[in-house]
Each structure stands twice: as structure tokens, then as C-alpha cells.
């Protein structure tokens, strides 16, 4: 199985601003090496905004999902992220990862953040869901889905495990920047699993700061790949013959 190539784009998302915020990202990657898998932060075009009505787009006639279907097929990469999408009357913090052929999966954040009401705008999502690119299992997840380890539970399905990697997409504040990087790992740990999580920079329209703190985690938790609290792009390669000495040499996924 071939190593997965991922770049993380820890971008300071302009507020609500969607074209400013596309052109910002062309810019970051102008010059990006090839690579697998290209993620951005949560609600990567308008910030974690609660504006539904004004910002919200739908599946069949989106912005934001024709700049990433351009982003992957031009980039020959597959991309993640997520952004607000209305469906029948309803509004959910969609996450979309979509491969070079414009082939599309969803995954609706499970755990809306009621702290910042989130619950009152947002319909959660029902469904895990885990795909397979280039041969790696993919169990993706939005911000705030972290905290709550049960909704990913590696698990042994015909004798392999369920999934390789956690995909987090996050819009994490400062304040709780210590949290961010202490269940990342955990999840890492715990699972079994890479987990990569990508966070945003820079100050919202609420006044939260961000710190960034992108970073990638093996099996093992070590931390493999990190952004400080400024804008910038990272290339981090992940392999299977790594992750597969790890499972084998301490199989404690078949015991759960």
C-alpha cells in the first residue's frame, strides 16, 4: 500500500467573507507539493458562523463545493473540509470529501457545539462515516465531534481494523488550545490509528482568538506534525508499514 501525501492548510479565515477567503487559499497553495489529500479548517469559506440563512449553501449549486471540486481535480488530490449546507428546510455543518473525480462523501457533524448555540442553528448528523482512498480508511469528523470518543471507536471488522486515520477539521479557540492537543493524541492512542486535526488561525468575528496547533499524531501518539499560530501550509506523509508494525506488535484493537 502506497504512503498517504497530506497537506494541512491552517488558514486565518476571514470572517463570512467566502471569496476573500477562496482567493487567500489559492494563494496558500500556489505552490504546494503534489500531495494526496489536501484539509482545510472547519466551515473553511465563512468561519464557524452562525449566520445560517445568509451563508448557507446547497449541495446541487455551491460555491464553496465547485472551488473544491476545481481544488482536487487541478491539484490531482482529494480534498476535506466542511461548510454550511441547507437541505430541505434544514442546516447542517456538512463535511464533504471529495476525490480528483469530483466523486463525493458527506458527513454531517454529529456533536453540535452548544456553547456557542450551535444546537439551535444546526441539525447533527446521525451516521459515522468511513471511506476508503488510495486504500486507507478514513473515518472523518468536524471540531467538536473530539470530545466525544465513543462516536469513533476503532473496532476490529473482518479482521482489520474499521478505519486508519481520523480526519478532524476544526475551528478550535485558544483558550481551549491544551484540550485540542491532548484529545487529539488521545484519540490517536486509543483507536489505534493516525489522527491528523486541522484548526485555523487568526481572530473571528466574535472576538475568539485561535492558535492553530495542526498537527498530526501516530498510533503510538507521538506527534509526528505540528503548526505553530501562524498561517502556513504543511506536507506530512503517513505510511501503512509504520502504522501495521505498531497493530501487530501490541494487537490490542481484537481485545476491545
Known amino acids: 500500500m502506497q504512503d498517504l501525501r497530506i497537506t494541512t492548510v491552517q ?3 476571514i470572517w463570512e467573507d467566502k471569496k476573500d477567503n477562496l482567493a487567500n487559499y489559492e494563494r496558500l497553495l500556489k505552490d504546494i507539493k503534489p500531495s494526496d489529500l489536501i484539509i482545510f479548517p472547519e466551515m473553511f469559506h465563512t468561519g464557524f458562523s452562525m449566520n445560517v ?7 446541487e449549486n455551491s460555491l464553496g463545493i465547485n472551488w473544491l471540486k476545481n481544488c482536487a481535480k487541478t491539484k490531482n488530490c482529494a480534498v476535506y473540509t466542511s461548510l454550511i449546507i441547507e ?3 434544514l442546516f447542517f455543518n456538512r463535511g464533504v470529501f471529495i476525490e480528483p473525480t469530483g466523486n463525493l462523501f458527506i458527513y454531517d457533524k454529529r456533536k453540535c457545539f ?12 446521525k451516521n459515522e462515516v468511513i471511506i476508503e482512498y488510495k486504500a486507507w480508511k478514513l473515518q472523518l469528523q468536524i471540531c467538536y465531534d473530539l470530545r466525544f470518543p465513543e462516536i469513533v471507536r476503532n473496532r476490529i471488522e473482518n479482521n ?4 486508519d486515520v481520523i480526519l478532524y477539521v476544526a475551528n478550535w479557540p485558544k483558550k481551549r488550545a491544551e484540550h485540542w492537543k491532548a484529545l487529539l493524541k488521545a484519540r490517536a492512542i486509543e483507536n489505534q490509528c493516525y489522527v491528523v486535526g486541522v484548526n485555523r488561525v487568526g481572530t473571528d468575528g466574535k472576538g475568539l482568538e485561535y492558535s492553530g ?3 498530526c499524531f501516530s498510533a503510538l501518539g507521538e506527534l509526528e506534525m505540528n503548526c505553530n499560530d501562524v498561517e502556513q501550509i504543511q506536507q506530512h506523509t503517513i505510511t501503512m508499514k509504520d502504522l501495521s508494525e505498531i497493530r501487530n506488535n501490541i494487537p490490542f484493537l481484537k481485545d476491545r
Open 160 to 163: 482489520s481494523p474499521a478505519y
Open 213 to 215: 496547533d495542526s498537527s
Open 87 to 89: 437541505e430541505n428546510g
Open 11 to 13: 488558514a486565518n479565515q
Open 114 to 125: 452548544s456553547l456557542a448555540h450551535e444546537d439551535d442553528f444546526f441539525t447533527a448528523g
Open 53 to 59: 440563512e445568509a451563508l448557507a449553501e446547497n449541495l
